[in-house]
């Protein structure tokens, strides 16, 4: 069965396996040292979530987006954030037809597949809160009609975390509906290494079809993906485990602000996905030490004292997961 096929009549775990691999064996062709980070993009595409790419520029976030969506043979959109974008050039706008004597929307880049918003923090709050109503809602609200979304529908947002200037942080009510917050650091030496042997030898970033990159599944084929994880066993300790590292997180002297509901589940449904890519129909403990710090790093604030004792979010994480029983 060819992975078209596979994926249109994905029934099992190991079917969504096989599909991760063709997708991990075309991105080697242009990504180089980002296996982590683009798995947990593939769980968050498949899981239905999106995705907060936090790295300095030139570490690859936009590649990664790009060859994703090449890959699921997904609508891709790039939009550079800036100080003076409005919500209507995200949204899109009504406009007069004088042939017609009619209204008729003009839409925004938001009508994608797979919208990457470039610098998200540089726009102002108000096209913040619009984007981010619309990746909630799976819908834009324009002139009183309803505008549905995908699916698949899915943001990836990038920010950088050096320059602040300028910037509007995103508010913690707004990162709460973000999946994942991923972190694309620089590259080891051996990793840039093989990258400038691949650009002498010819490789351009934006051309990926001339690198023999392949589309690997539909995206509508992503939807069969998705009910097929929706099968995969979860027992009743899962459940405990995930209460209770979100509860620890809440009792926490190292933070002013815990995770939510919406975290855990997020941590659920992650991990349920990542389970299945790999060819698994039931989640272990091990998945949700994996999955946590991508799903909570972006919602937990530290308390000053934990930052002058120069703890971040994954390790106030580690520290919980040692404190929490694992059930057996």
């Known amino acids: 069965m060819d992975t078209m096929n596979l994926a249109e009549h994905a029934k099992d775990p190991l079917d969504i396996q096989e599909i991760y691999i063709r997708l991990r064996r075309e991105a080697d062709k242009v990504l180089v040292g980002l296996e982590e980070p683009f798995e947990q993009m ?3 595409l498949i899981t239905g979530g999106h995705v907060l790419l936090e790295g300095v520029p030139g570490t690859g976030k936009t590649l990664m987006a790009k060859t994703l969506a090449h890959l699921v043979r997904a609508e891709f959109t790039r939009v550079q954030f800036t100080p003076d974008l ?33 610098e998200i923090n540089r726009a102002p709050a108000k096209t913040q809160a619009a984007l981010l109503e619309a990746m909630e809602e799976r819908q834009v609200n324009l002139d009183g009609t309803a ?10 947002a990038t920010q950088n975390p050096i320059e602040y200037e300028g910037t509007y942080p995103l508010p913690e009510a707004q990162l709460d509906r973000f999946l994942f917050k991923i972190l694309v650091p620089y590259a080891p030496q051996h990793v840039e290494i093989e990258v400038l042997r691949r650009f002498h030898q010819g490789f351009d970033p934006h051309q990926l079809a001339s690198s023999g990159l392949q589309a690997v599944v539909s995206a509508e084929a992503l939807l069969s993906a998705r009910r097929t994880i929706n099968e995969v066993v979860v027992e009743e300790g899962i459940l405990t485990y995930i209460s209770n590292i979100a509860a620890a997180s809440r009792r926490s002297s190292d933070l002013i602000l815990g995770a939510s ?49 120069g703890l971040d979010a994954d390790a ?8 929490i029983e694992v059930p057996r």
């Open 42 to 44: 593939v769980v968050a």
């Open 86 to 118: 409005m919500p209507s050039d995200i949204l899109g706008t009504s406009v007069f037809d004088l042939s017609s004597g009619q209204f008729y929307l003009k839409k925004g880049p938001i009508f994608t597949q797979l919208l990457l918003a470039d």
């Open 147 to 156: 505008y549905a979304l995908g699916p698949p529908f899915m943001v990836v």
């Open 261 to 309: 509901t919406r975290a855990a589940t997020h941590m659920l449904l992650a991990s349920k996905t990542y389970a299945a890519l790999h060819g698994r129909n039931y989640v272990l403990p091990d998945d949700i030490k994996y999955i946590a710090p991508a799903v909570m790093r972006h919602r937990l604030i530290l308390r000053p004292e934990a930052e002058i004792e």
């Open 316 to 323: 106030v994480i580690a520290r919980l997961h040692a404190e």
